[in-house]
């Protein structure tokens, strides 16, 4: 995953910035197997079907039993 965060960018330098970047990047990776999302002030590309939620399902079933798992974020 590649987050661009811009909570401290200017609004409205930030708006026309982030469009621009989300229509090039829906462009140039329209035949690979990502997503293009937008978020609060954050645009994020990720692996399709791939989410923080899933890698933390996949490492609680690889982990041996007696193993802690963190997952640490402000996602629900």
């Not at 645009?43 to 890698?55: M, Q």
């Amino acid at each position: 995953t590649l987050c661009w965060h811009f909570r401290r960018l200017d609004p409205n330098i930030a708006s026309r910035a982030v469009r621009e970047l989300r229509l090039y990047l829906m462009e140039v990776l329209s035949n690979a197997p990502v997503e293009v999302l937008m978020g609060h002030k954050l645009l994020e590309v990720r692996a399709h079907g791939i989410n923080k939620g899933l890698v933390v399902q996949r490492l609680f079933a690889a982990a041996p039993s007696n193993t802690c798992v963190v997952a640490v974020g402000d996602d629900r």
